[in-house]
């Protein structure tokens, strides 16, 4: 399986303050997603970070609050920018190898909290 | 994207087997069936995929009626470390474009 790590693990920031939170593969992968998982709630989509183009958001979050990098095919940064206590709550990077299709691998995510 | 319902939670006792069915009536031709596996405080762990009929591993078996409006989790004699939140994901991951359903709480009890 694929070893994801994510930095930091837990951060707890100001209101308007920006984060920007890493994650790193320990292989080549094909397809890098970024989540989003509220307390007591479900995982929702960000965005799938794609290698060397812009992310492709899904509906209700937009790259100025939320922009992506994925310099290459290992490494991949969320920012949650302008930070409010809305924004608190577990961000999650997940990636698909090319031999695992189909198979999703999940960090262990990263908890932040907005005051 | 497919939109999945599971039951919100579920109890069992050890030893038992514990089957959980996910709704997914819009499923599109080229999705997949997958469920996850989550503790708290850790990412969602992979436990078994599925495209149509009956899908085996190790730890756990997916029925997959003909239709593929649904699936069944089925856990053989859970223990208590099974107790997580198990959750239904129905898309074409190649295509990212994949839902996570709200999930159903397994409560194993001794």
């Known amino acids: 399986s694929a070893v994801i790590s994510q930095k930091p693990s837990r951060d707890i920031c100001q209101r308007g303050t920006s984060l920007t939170i890493q994650c790193q593969v320990d292989s080549q992968v094909t397809m890098m997603f970024w989540y989003r998982q509220q307390p007591g709630q479900s995982l929702t989509l960000i965005a799938t970070?794609?290698?060397?183009?812009?992310?492709?958001?899904e509906s209700g979050f937009v790259i100025d609050k939320f922009p992506i990098s994925r310099p290459n095919l290992t490494f991949s940064t969320l920012t949650v920018s302008n930070m409010s206590p809305e924004d608190s709550s577990i961000y999650l990077c997940?990636?698909?190898?090319?031999?695992?299709?189909?198979?999703?691998?999940f960090g262990p995510g990263t908890r932040l909290t907005v005051l | 994207l497919a939109k999945t319902t599971q039951p919100i939670s579920m109890d069992s006792y050890e030893g038992q087997e514990v089957n959980i069915t996910c709704s997914h009536n819009n499923i599109a031709t080229n999705d997949y069936i997958t469920w996850y596996q989550q503790f708290p405080s850790q990412g969602p762990r992979f436990i078994i995929q599925?495209?149509?009929t009956k899908v085996t591993n190790e730890v756990a078996s997916l029925f997959i009626p003909a239709d593929r409006k649904s699936s069944t989790l089925s856990l053989p004699r859970v223990s208590l470390s099974d107790t997580a939140v198990y959750y239904c994901?129905?898309?074409?991951?190649?295509?990212?474009?994949?839902?996570f359903g709200d999930g159903t709480t397994l409560t194993v009890k001794p």
């Open positions: 994901l129905v898309g074409d991951i190649d295509a990212g474009k994949s839902t």
């Open positions: 970070a794609n290698q060397g183009s812009e992310a492709t958001y």
């Open positions: 997940s990636v698909v190898r090319p031999i695992d299709y189909n198979e999703q691998f």
């Open positions: 599925g495209y149509k």
